[in-house]
């Protein structure tokens, strides 16, 4: 009798065991493998493929190492010393014949602001045919995207120029026919002339304008070799105006593809004025 309920409780309070799942077999069957860091499944083949077919990235990191070793060994410029500009030092030759050539300076500056007949070709106002181009494109052929990169580059150029106010380099060689006409105060960072060229030679790229874009590009690199030789802007001027030519295309290209994927999930004509404007 006894024996009979110690059976009875036992098989009572003895509880069956799950069934197993195929998710626990697969694991009880294959752990977790333990990753290892990319770097460590790095062989010799693969350093070799890297310096092969993606040498620009490692071209720049020896550059790293490079100005990092020119960073941490340079002298500073003392605040009671000119600012050093490599641009000023290599156009050196050029300041001093604008320096001693008034007439010279005039004439060159007048290419900015004024139609000149030079003896093998004709050029405009540079400044002008950048606003002209830039303005038609939006105006004649309804793409507002070079209007919209020059407007936000130039409202960055204004706060960033007026945040840090940079001093008028020495020997700045002002002009009555330069832009601004007037020798009216401006903004040194950064070159608008030079990110206004680039954002209109951008859009003609895009449009395969090929040759008029090779023009513009030509005629902006002359515009900055007179800039640095007038003294009118540092090389940190120049280069940045291009990136930020570079940069505020790109922006708003992004403006118009978002505004293009907000018109099709709302469909309503209520701002029909404004979509013609900016399609």
């Not at 004649?140 to 007026?162: N, Q």
Request: proline share 6%.
């Amino acid at each position: 009798m006894n024996g009979t309920v110690s059976a009875l409780t036992s098989r009572r309070h003895k509880r069956p065991s799950p069934a197993p799942t195929p998710a626990n077999a697969a694991m009880s069957k294959n752990p977790a493998p333990v990753h290892k860091a990319s770097f460590m499944t790095w062989t010799l083949h693969d350093v070799v493929h890297v310096a092969r077919h993606h040498w620009i990235p490692c071209f720049f990191a020896m550059g790293l190492l490079f100005f990092m070793g020119v960073e941490y060994t340079l002298r500073m410029v003392p605040s009671s010393a000119p600012p050093f500009d490599i641009g000023f030092v290599t156009t050196r030759w050029l300041h001093l014949l604008l320096a001693s050539s008034p007439n010279l300076n005039t004439l060159l500056a007048g290419l900015n602001t004024e139609q000149e007949d030079l003896r093998f070709f004709r050029i405009q106002v540079f400044v002008g045919m950048q606003t002209t181009y830039i303005l038609w494109t939006w105006l004649i052929e309804g793409r507002p995207r070079a209007t919209i990169a020059a407007l936000f580059m130039f409202t960055c150029r204004g706060i960033l120029g007026y945040s840090t106010q940079l001093p008028l380099p020495q020997g700045f060689l002002g002009s009555g026919a330069d832009f601004p006409v007037g020798n009216v105060s401006f903004f040194l960072f950064y070159s608008g002339h030079v990110a206004g060229s680039v954002i209109a030679s951008l859009d003609m790229r895009r449009m395969q304008r090929w040759e008029l874009a090779w023009t513009f590009d030509a005629l902006n690199l002359l515009q900055a070799v007179r800039l640095l030789g007038t003294r009118g802007h540092y090389t940190i001027d120049l280069a940045v105006g291009v990136g930020a030519g570079i940069l505020f295309d790109s922006l708003a290209g992004k403006y118009e593809e978002s505004k293009r994927l907000i018109s099709k999930v709302v469909s309503t004509t209520s701002n029909g004025a404004k979509e013609a404007l900016f399609p």
